[in-house]
């Protein structure tokens, strides 16, 4: 047991937390005082940051930041630091907060806000929004906690030594399952008491909007303090999205090299695709199954546990006589992502279900339909366009997936993720920014497709009119 | 489901085994909410439960549809121990074709030409990062790169550190974040080095002197992005894998810049992230890539003479190998790096009959098992 490395990985992980909290909040300031259109950019602004993968922000800021990085005179900072990657953590992480925080004050009874008409500025803040954020604060600084703490590439990449890079090592070293998996006693409780806490204390996701509570939401912010914060968190916007994306399609070497990179990687990012694909459907198939099954909850610890564990545990159990088949095959990625997102497709899913039309559901029932009559005529066509975002999302995660497929990954199996990882050791290059140009572009195409089949039936559909 | 139709609960009370069947799916969905999707979660576990719990086998040799190789065979296993692999990154040879394997964790195996593990040693400092990139000077003894440290190291071939030498820095002389080495006919060192330098250095044979620097970050000729691993022919000529370029370089002893060939792709004759290359007494070059998992032999006009391996477990497949060494029968050695193991190529102009029941022999004595990842 390293006690250095695991209070190592605490002081990440907290000042990680602290800080998302802190950039949160200030975005939350501003986002709930928006209304209409800004109000949009920003969230989508803010959900894209939430989206980006690890490594793509890793490898813009090497570039931007790192010891030979165009920002480096400005802010000689060093990344490969306790500080560095606390920094990018944070960049990572402050959505949570925002969007949480955000979600708290937008269901918030608007009359609140009138309550005391004097109340301006940071007393506002103090005495109003504090005590209705304060549970949304306890709640992200839990999940941006846990995170951190099992967060595994972004420390490895900037060479920070974390106690679950010890478990990688250890187990690399020895390749002892029981000892890896023992050593991992520390990396199991924060989430579960996390899990815990969450079941008592539930996050409340936003609902309705309440469009007419913004300009009184604004006037008592007041002026001074409502400037503060659209500076504040326009910084955080520029750091995350913003540096990000900006390093990687502003810099030449990405357009130069994207096609070199593209014949090079065809075969990854075929393989990309289909293990980000398929283990998304999967994994929203069996959530929505048992979505009304509450011991379901039981798989959170795999998505909150590192990604390397369950790696090491699926070897444990996949490296035998008759699961060679498993082991040796995609089909090991499959299985491991869709254990992985398994608990956030059933949490998903248990959300849709709670807003369909259950007198719907009931008539069906009552007039002697089927499961699968059900499913395709009350379910589906109410739940569709959850579900399709719900497995987008999924998606997404398994397409960014480094974590658990590392330990694991067959011959042939690479994926785009795992080969920008791997590159990523060896510092920042064009090389590099090309393949996260192709991950992008890949993570779209089902956005694309999406909206493509769309219209192709509205068109059919206004064809047959 | 049956349960939920009244009408077929009268038959199924008909059926006293259907109804309890039923009732204890009623009792099991009631009680603990545990119905078919349950099952359909478990599945993975269940299978387990269906399955033993022994390691698998896989064969220790196969023979190749090759010109070149008569069969390939498969050294070391997925493991800590004395003769097994993580991740292995860099072979090397010394001057009795005893094969030298270094891996993830740092430390450094002896093999015999046939594969008999004969000893080993851990690198003393790993904490920034693992050594990688081997060649055999004209003693005998085994050069190791350090990228991290940024150093050479000269190993007697019981692993005794003969000489060490290397200075930080992005200075003409200087190594930073050096790769691979390769040592050139007249005794000379060439060192590549990645990142902040994109260049490769010739260095005296004690390193004390740098005797040429070469390339630059870029795409064109003479400049490199990510030179991998670095080879040298009978005439002195330098073969780079230019592994980002997805090219192999080619530069007289003096440095100059003589041809490129090789393509981004998985075609026959693309590359796809070349890690290393070697090159034998006829001029023929074996490019390593990492991209495809196979090796290509180029004959010396760099036209493609055939295509070795793919991705995959069995003998003769490769999963991201990482680097290559000739020995002196011009056996390929071949890190397997992704299915943690060695493979070593037999020359077909060798009675590969003869070797093959060696390796069974090995088997049964057990003194080597080879097991997939």
């Known amino acids: 047991m390293n006690w250095t490395l695991l209070l190592n990985s605490m002081l990440v992980a907290g000042a990680a937390a602290s800080l998302a909290i802190l950039g ?38 090497i570039d931007l930041f790192g010891r030979t990085g165009s920002f480096h005179l400005w802010l000689p900072f060093e990344l490969y630091s306790f500080t560095g990657c606390v920094a990018l953590l944070a960049s990572l992480f402050w959505p ?42 306890a709640q992200s600084a839990g999940l941006v906690f846990v995170l951190a703490l099992n967060q595994f590439s972004v420390p490895a990449i900037l060479q920070v030594r974390i106690y679950p890079e010890e478990l990688w090592v250890r187990f690399n070293t020895t390749f002892n399952h029981g000892e890896a998996l023992a050593l991992s006693w520390p990396m199991v409780i924060f989430p579960l008491l996390l899990l815990a806490w969450l079941a008592r204390h539930p996050i409340n996701w936003p609902r309705g909007v309440r469009t007419g509570s913004t300009v009184e939401f604004r006037r008592q912010l007041g002026t001074g303090l409502q400037r503060t914060c659209a500076a ?13 994306l900006g390093q990687l399609l502003g810099t030449p070497g990405t357009w130069t090299q994207f096609a070199p990179a593209l014949a090079a990687g065809r075969a990854a990012a075929g393989q990309s695709m289909l293990v980000a694909l398929v283990p998304a459907v999967l994994a929203v198939g069996l959530g929505w199954c048992c979505a009304r099954r509450r011991w379901a909850a039981l798989f959170w610890p795999a998505y909150f546990l590192p990604g390397v564990l369950l790696g090491i545990g699926l070897i444990f159990l996949t490296n035998r006589n008759g699961l060679e088949w498993v082991y040796s095959s995609v089909a090991i990625l499959y299985l491991g992502l869709t254990l992985r997102y398994l608990a956030p497709a059933w949490y ?16 069906g029932r009552l007039g002697g339909a089927t499961g699968w009559q059900r499913w395709t005529l009350v379910d589906w066509p109410q739940a569709r366009p959850q579900l399709l975002a719900l497995g987008y999302v999924l998606y997404l995660l398994c397409l960014w997936d480094v974590e658990t497929i590392n330990l694991i990954v067959p011959p042939g199996g690479e994926t785009l993720a795992l080969r920008i990882f791997n590159l990523l050791h060896y510092g920042h290059n064009g090389e590099v920014n090309a393949l996260c140009l192709l991950l992008l572009l890949i993570a779209l195409l089902p956005l694309a497709a999406g909206t493509i089949a769309w219209r192709l039936l509205a068109a059919a559909k206004g064809g047959g009119r | 489901m049956s349960w939920k139709d009244p009408g077929q609960r009268t038959k199924a009370q008909e059926m006293p085994k259907l109804h309890y069947l039923n009732a204890g799916c009623r009792f099991a969905r009631w009680r603990l909410g545990i119905d078919w999707s349950f099952v359909l979660c ?14 698998p086998d896989t064969p220790d040799s196969r023979s190749l549809d090759s010109r070149l190789f008569s069969h390939a065979q498969v050294i070391g296993e997925r493991g800590g121990g004395a003769g097994q692999f993580n991740k292995p990154r860099s072979v090397g040879l010394d001057g009795d074709d005893n094969i030298f394997v270094i891996d993830m964790t740092g430390r450094v195996q002896k093999f015999s030409p046939d594969g008999e593990f004969l000893l080993s040693w851990q690198m003393p400092e790993t904490d920034k990062g693992k050594a990688k990139g081997m060649d055999t000077d004209p003693d005998g003894n085994v050069l190791l790169i350090e990228p991290h440290y940024m150093r050479v190291n000269h190993f ?14 992005t200075n003409t002389g200087q190594l930073i974040f050096p790769r691979a080495v390769a040592v050139a006919p007249d005794g000379g060192i060439w060192v590549s080095e990645y990142a902040f330098a994109e260049r490769i250095q010739k260095f005296s044979a004690d390193g004390a002197t740098c005797l040429l620097s070469i390339g630059g970050p870029g795409r064109g000729p003479g400049e490199f992005n990510r030179a991998e691993g670095i080879g040298v022919d009978a005439d002195g000529n330098l073969h780079v894998a230019d592994s980002c370029n997805h090219r192999i370089q080619v ?30 007494e006829a001029g023929r070059q074996y490019v390593c890539e990492f991209g495809n998992s196979r090796i290509q032999v180029f004959d010396r006009e760099d036209r493609l003479i055939e295509v070795i391996g793919g991705p995959g477990r069995a003998p003769g497949q490769f999963s991201n190998p990482w680097s290559i060494a000739l020995d002196s029968q011009g056996n390929l050695i071949v890190a397997d790096s992704q299915n943690h193991r060695v493979q070593k190529l037999w ?27």
């Not at chain 1, 504040?232 to 990000?244: A, E, K």
């Not at chain 2, 478990?42 to 390691?55: H, I, V």
């Not at chain 2, 007697?156 to 290397?166: F, I, K, N, T, Y």
């Not at chain 2, 440095?255 to 998985?266: E, H, I, Q, T």
Request: positive net charge; aromatic residues 8%; contains cysteine.
């Open chain 1, 24 to 61: 949160g909040f200030v975005v939350a300031l501003w986002l709930t005082g928006q209304s209409g259109g800004r109000r949009t950019a920003l969230l989508i602004a803010s959900v894209a940051a939430a989206a980006l993968p690890p490594f793509l922000v890793v490898n813009a800021w």
């Open chain 1, 96 to 137: 949570i907060p925002a969007l949480l925080i955000h979600s708290a004050w937008r269901q918030a009874n608007p009359e609140l806000w009138e309550a005391d008409p004097h109340l301006r500025g940071v007393a506002f803040v103090r005495q109003l929004l504090w005590p209705q954020a304060r549970t949304a604060v």
């Open chain 1, 232 to 244: 504040l968190g326009g910084l955080v916007l520029v750091i995350s999205p913003g540096l990000p």
């Open chain 1, 348 to 363: 998903g899913a248990r959300l849709i279900r709670r807003g369909l039309d259950q007198e719907l559901a009931d008539a």
């Open chain 2, 42 to 55: 478990c599945w993975p576990f269940a299978l387990l439960l269906l399955t033993a719990c022994s390691p």
């Open chain 2, 156 to 169: 007697a071939p019981d692993g005794r550190l003969l000489h060490q030498w290397g200075r930080e820095g």
């Open chain 2, 251 to 280: 530069f007289s002893a003096d440095g100059r810049f003589l041809r490129a060939y090789g393509r981004p792709g998985n075609q026959p004759g693309e590359m796809s992230y070349p890690f290393d290359i070697r090159i034998d």
């Open chain 2, 347 to 373: 020359r077909r102009t060798q009675r590969a009959e003869v070797r093959e029941p060696k390796v069974e022999d090995r088997k049964q004595n057990g003194s080597v098992t080879n097991h997939p990842l």
